[in-house]
């Protein structure tokens, strides 16, 4: 299928190196250098500066968005309304109601769209919801998890520290990873309790953002997002009433991806301790697109949708609000 991908940033580079079967036909950015460094690499690529030119060409079956959030939206629904099938970028759109005429508009159209929740793909995340689905922890009862990292220097004037481009700080942006995954094991939450706050960095959006989500039947995430961290973080712990399971690092800085399973003895003595890492590369990317590939190959709903994106969205702007972050510019 031919593919346009629309930002040739650093996760739009990552997407052009993760096409499974896919041709990339066409490389849009607003800044021309970006677009024809990173068109030249694949034969027949041709570099744009205006995404709208690759939405009209007939010719191109899937778009890549990988752009601010400020534009997500936009270019999602354009690309909607035009039939083409989308793989947007999380979180989707700086605002959950910006998401429902993309929505309408993919229904009528056909489109199929998925959201780049590409955490559920990492080796340890794919195991850890076969061991769930096997009924190994037996019922769940809570997750514990953080996802942080420390910034750099000059963090503060990027266009995440914007509210008009980026739609808030840590917590829509790493902290949205950590609400997807608690919803892929426990399902949608209805109790939103939660705290965002700006602790050390100079700018008008969230550092740190707690969470405490409830499921109807009392589940519980407990989540923290910061980039205060210092030493790149992530941890997920998920609790079932038979065992727990560990998920430590991302690989890279974050460390070697490692997923621990302590299965509870019969005489709650210590647990029977089974260890998986991967230490090669990170494949999530490549993994993730081949699944739309195939959604759109059997005309299946993503996995990772645009209403997962649209729930997790709310839950971020409800804590906001009880923060008092005004991001709605």
Known sequence: MNIAIIGCGLIGQKRAKNLAHGKLVACVDQHVE???ALAKQFSDCIAYTDWREVIDRKDVDIVIIATLHATLADISLAAAISGKHILVEKPGAKHAEELSPVIAAAKKSG????VGFNHRYHRAFQKAKELV?????????????RYGHGGRVGYEKEWRAQPALSGGGELIDQ?????????????DFNDIQGHAHTYYWD??????????LKTPKKQVAFLHASCTEWKNLFSFEIYGQKGKLDINGLGGSYGVERLSFYKMS????????????????DNSWEVEFKEFLDDIKVQRQPEASIHDAYAALKIVEQVYRTSNYDHRS
Do not use: C, Q
């Not at 489109?111 to 998925?114: G, K, N």
């Not at 902290?175 to 399902?187: E, M, T």
């Open 34 to 36: 970006k677009a024809h």
């Open 175 to 187: 902290g949205i990873h950590l609400i997807d995954l608690a919803r892929w094991f426990l399902g």
């Open 111 to 114: 489109s199929l769209i998925r």
């Open 266 to 281: 019969a005489d709650m003595g210590p647990p029977e301790t089974l260890i998986w890492e991967y230490p090669m590369a």
């Open 203 to 212: 700018m008008p959006v969230d550092d740190n953002g707690f969470l405490l």
């Open 133 to 145: 689905a096997e009924d190994a922890l037996g019922e769940l009862m809570f997750i514990r998890a």
